[in-house]
T-cell receptor, first 113, second 118 residues
Framework: AQSVTQLDSHVSVSEGTPVLLRCNYS??????LFWYVQHPNKGLQLLLK??????LVKGINGFEAEFKKSETSFHLTKPSAHMSDAAEYFC???????????FGQGTELSVKP | GAVVSQHPSRVICKSGTSVKIECRSL??????MFWYRQFPKQSLMLMAT?????????EQGVEKDKFLINHASLTLSTLTVTSAHPEDSSFYIC??????????????FGPGTRLTVT
């Protein structure tokens, strides 16, 4: 069975500093991996996705993630945090051929002025 | 493109009544839609997979008689919470899969419906 673990429940950074949100996955075969962002009381927005193409994936709003098979990791990064980045972030793995999504526990990102 | 809407965005109902939540894919057809539940400060929990023209597949522990799902067309799935109780109060989110034949398995999410049962 596939699973995903987000290593930090809460990350706090200062505006203008780098962001690192950590995610490890478990999968019996080559997975599809996603990062979604959720602002308070809103639905989810796709930031980026990995589907066995380039291991470094660039997403929207300056975010990117690197798929590292040897470390079973898919960490999300951004060089410089913006106040508007404050939100909940979910690392997600797709299970099976019919696309059931398995969500991580979420990481709350706070950005201090 | 790939916009999913939900209606209503927020609903308050009395205990014992039923509530219907609609999920629509606005600019694409979706043979498969998913319904999730999210408690405050928690992750999304998949409740069921809704397939157009067939019965929904429920996840373990989800009562199918309480959470009725109908996927009558390629752009609309509905979730009806029957005989609602305060413990059913939650944030319900639907998603639709854009292209089931491709390998990306990408889902587009609706904005969610906040249900409060009093």
């Amino acid at each position: 069975a596939q699973s995903v673990t987000q290593l930090d429940s809460h990350v706090s950074v200062s505006e203008g500093t780098p962001v690192l949100l950590r995610c490890n996955y478990s999968s019996s075969y080559s997975p599809s991996l996603f990062w979604y962002v959720q602002h308070p009381n809103k639905g989810l927005q796709l930031l980026l996705k990995y589907t066995s193409a380039a291991t470094l994936v660039k997403g929207i709003n300056g975010f990117e993630a690197e798929f590292k098979k040897s470390e079973t990791s898919f960490h999300l990064t951004k060089p410089s945090a913006h106040m508007s980045d404050a939100a909940e972030y979910f690392c997600v793995v797709s299970e099976g051929d019919w696309g059931k999504l398995i969500f991580g526990q979420g990481t709350e990102l706070s950005v201090k002025p | 493109g790939a916009v999913v809407s939900q209606h209503p965005s927020r609903v308050i109902c009395k205990s014992g009544t039923s509530v219907k939540i609609e999920c629509r894919s606005l600019d694409f057809q979706a043979t498969t839609m998913f319904w999730y539940r999210q408690f405050p400060k928690q992750s999304l929990m998949l409740m069921a997979t809704s397939n157009e023209g067939s019965k929904a597949t429920y996840e373990q522990g989800v009562e199918k008689d309480k959470f009725l799902i109908n996927h009558a067309s390629l752009t609309l799935s509905t979730l009806t919470v029957t005989s609602a109780h305060p413990e059913d109060s939650s944030f319900y989110i639907c998603s639709a899969r854009l292209n089931p034949g491709l390998s990306s398995y990408e889902q587009y999410f609706g904005p969610g419906t906040r249900l409060t049962v009093t």
